[in-house]
């Protein structure tokens, strides 16, 4: 008997790299009509990346204008071991793969966190999609919260950066972001997984992201994903949109910039992701490169 998986088309693909063996690697299944909840958590757990993407019809009146019928569609995220709201570098590669059937252009992606318009674009030979955030938002950590991520990671308090304080930040997921004083504190993660994932389903987090600035406008960034049943996201773009969120609420940048996130590095999957900020527009925009994995 065929798995579930078999049965429908399942797409592999990277986002924030043009390299295959780079970036982070989703699942897409692009037309999942029919597919119960249950079966779309088995094909994410079969592929086993850190999220699939599922794409449908778009709710009535969604989507852009007549002209540009069939660019709308209202997308679903599931990891290994649950759904969540919004994913970034799912919506990266399935907006690649989309530009790929029917060309590059605008597309809008109903999720559970709002309405994500993408844009893909082709520069030198390649497609890069840029997708803009729902509204985000910041809160403060609880004292007792912080000590609890920081023993969970087993990180001295002394090995956070001060200038960088942590925060909650959402722009369509939930993130505890917490900046490390210096590129080694980044580098070393060995942390508890069950103590980790509890704290974080009771926070309602998708990921941390771990950060450490390397210039006014270059951050190297980790993410922990114990939550979706893995250890680490290769590249997170739910997160980096929390981040330019997280950044700009805390003048840490001027209100239009573009910043770059390195991420992957420490886990020898290598990407690349660009973080704009646009004064008088609150959402973030979030774009990198993507490619097909070869089976």
Request: proline share 6%; aromatic share 6%.
């Amino acid at each position: 008997m065929n798995s579930v998986r078999e049965t429908f088309d399942v797409l592999r693909y990277t986002a924030f790299s043009d390299d295959p063996e780079g970036g982070n690697p989703a699942g897409i299944v692009l037309d999942a009509t029919g597919l119960s909840d249950e079966e779309m958590l088995a094909i994410a757990a079969e592929v086993g990346y850190s999220e699939s993407a599922f794409l449908t019809a778009p709710p009535e009146g969604a989507g852009p204008s007549a002209s540009d019928a069939g660019r709308a569609y209202t997308i679903r995220y599931f990891s290994p071991k649950a759904e969540v709201p919004f994913c970034g570098h799912a919506t990266v590669a399935t907006a690649v793969a989309l530009g790929e059937r029917i060309g590059p252009g605008d597309l809008v992606f109903t999720t559970r966190a709002g309405t994500v318009p993408v844009t893909v674009t082709r520069e030198g030979g390649a497609l890069r999609a840029t997708l803009t955030s729902v509204e985000p938002h910041i809160e403060d950590v609880a004292a007792d919260d912080l000590a609890e991520a920081l023993a969970a990671l087993d990180w001295p308090a002394g090995d956070l950066d001060p200038a960088l304080p942590a925060r909650i930040a959402f722009a369509g997921a939930r993130h505890l972001i917490l900046a490390a004083a210096s590129r080694e504190r980044l580098a070393h993660l060995a942390y508890d997984f069950a103590r980790l994932e509890a704290l974080m389903h009771r926070l309602d987090l998708t990921t941390l992201e771990l950060v450490w600035r390397a210039s006014a406008e270059v951050f190297h960034v980790r993410a922990p994903f114990p939550v979706g049943g893995v250890v680490e996201d290769p590249a997170t773009g739910a997160a980096a949109a929390a981040f330019g969120a997280y950044a700009r609420e805390l003048g840490l940048v001027p209100e239009a910039t573009v910043l770059t996130l390195h991420q992957g590095e420490d886990m020898g999957r290598p990407g690349v992701l660009t973080v704009e900020l646009r004064a008088g527009d609150r959402r973030i925009r979030v774009g990198g490169a993507g490619t097909r994995i070869p089976a």
